[in-house]
């Protein structure tokens, strides 16, 4: 096989080397890779062979959690050497460890044990706020001084490319009667994840100073949302079924190191946060965000919004600081969401509630249709990338399609 030919820009050069679970049709057997190109390098077959300073076993797993629980000197040491052969002895490695992306089925790449949800975008937070609410009373007393967040539900976490049930619930439109019905008001929402790979014992809190050597890596993030089931049941105790019917999560998992060069200073945060949340470290990162929509109608997608992670204003570190604050014992695999990640203007919000103001300023697609919320057949996608001098670190692309559900067939 020739040497391995990267564009300047693919989301993945050899500064990036994420890691998911492929398998093949020559080998349905799931198993750990990453990805340089075009192309998905077989690790359990690497390891098999030597190739690594020492036999890890853990890539022959069918998710990322032995290897993500050997702790950050242990990724360093397999990141390194990763490097090294694919630029230095590329030519040396078995064909069949090579394969091209096109040939291979992404699966989850974790064993997910718990998946938190934060509020983290000001921007989204105070334009749900000023609907609801108004201005003067756009965001809740406590919001400037804590990561809000909510427990999601880690069993419909599912991987790029699955389809989404609309999902069925009570709705209470006003001076209407209440009524079970299929979501009327589906919606996306556009967060990062990242994936706790060394937890905490129960009673000793993650410091704010420790947070990012407990965080394995990044992924693209849809946490789809039913609306008007949420507007009905969300008092007193917040989300509930119009969050835990899927949660969508792009397959490759883009590592802490691959992405430490595009950490950038976060917003002034004003009050200063109290000292278990208080950090002078660079802990944004500049990650180009891109949400497209496709109707059944249509012949391409159509981009509907640009954002940027930058714009959060609580940090990975200080949301997971904060889960664990009270002693809550993180583990490996845990997955926490940003929250929407919504920009400052109208083209950068990261939802639908946000792009039509509440379904007040439909979008116009480029086939005739419109859209305040999502309709049966849309397909939503999402891309994220972190520009480099001559080279990208991406994401690839988290995406689902909507599908009838109960009540629609």
Not at 168 to 197: I, N, Y
Request: proline fraction near 6%.
């Amino acid at each position: 096989m020739p040497l391995i030919e990267v564009q300047p820009d693919s989301d993945f050069p050899i500064q990036n080397l994420p890691y998911g679970i492929f398998s093949t049709q020559a080998n349905p057997s799931p198993r750990v890779g990453t990805r340089l190109g075009d192309v998905v390098v077989d690790l359990s077959l690497l390891d098999d062979e030597g190739r690594f300073d020492k036999k890890y076993g853990f890539f022959a797993d069918a998710t990322l959690n032995r290897f993500m629980a050997s702790g950050r000197e242990v990724w360093r040491e397999i990141r390194q050497r990763l490097i090294k052969l694919l630029r230095e002895e590329q030519a040396s490695i078995n064909a069949e460890a090579l394969i091209p992306a096109n040939e291979m089925q992404m699966h989850l790449p974790v064993s997910i044990g718990d998946y938190t949800d934060f509020y983290a975008s000001r921007e989204h937070a105070t334009n749900v706020g000023i609907m609801l609410r108004g201005k003067e009373n756009a965001l809740m007393p406590n919001w400037l001084h804590l990561p809000v967040g909510y427990h999601g539900r880690a069993s419909s976490v599912i991987v790029s490319g699955a389809d989404v049930t609309r999902p069925c619930g009570q709705v209470k439109r006003k001076d209407a009667p209440l009524e079970f019905t299929a979501s009327r008001q589906l919606d996306f929402e556009l967060e990062m994840g990242f994936f706790v790979g060394t937890g905490n014992e129960l009673g000793e809190p993650i410091s704010i100073d420790d947070a990012h050597e407990h965080i394995f890596g990044m992924v693209l993030l849809n946490d789809w949302s039913a609306r008007d089931i949420q507007a009905w049941e969300y008092q007193p105790l917040g989300p509930f079924l119009a969050k835990n019917f899927a949660t969508s999560i792009s397959p490759w998992v883009v590592t802490m190191d691959a992405l430490d060069p595009f950490r950038v200073r976060g917003p002034q945060q004003d009050p200063t946060p109290l000292p278990y949340l208080k950090t002078d470290s660079a802990n944004g990162f500049d990650i180009q965000l891109e949400v497209t929509l496709q109707s059944a109608r249509m012949d391409a997608p159509q981009t509907i919004s640009r954002s940027n992670m930058k714009h959060l204003y609580w940090s990975i570190e200080q949301m997971l600081a904060h889960h664990t604050i009270t002693g809550c014992n993180m583990r490996v695999g845990d997955l926490c969401g940003t929250g929407t990640i919504s920009g400052p203007t109208e083209d950068s919000y990261g939802s639908l509630l946000e792009l039509t103001w509440r379904g007040e300023k439909p979008i116009q697609l480029s086939g005739g249709e419109a859209r305040t919320f999502l309709q049966d057949g849309d397909a939503l996608t999402m891309k994220g990338y972190c520009q480099g001098d001559g080279y990208r670190i991406g994401f690839g692309e988290v995406s689902g399609r909507i599908v009838p559900g109960r009540e629609d067939k």
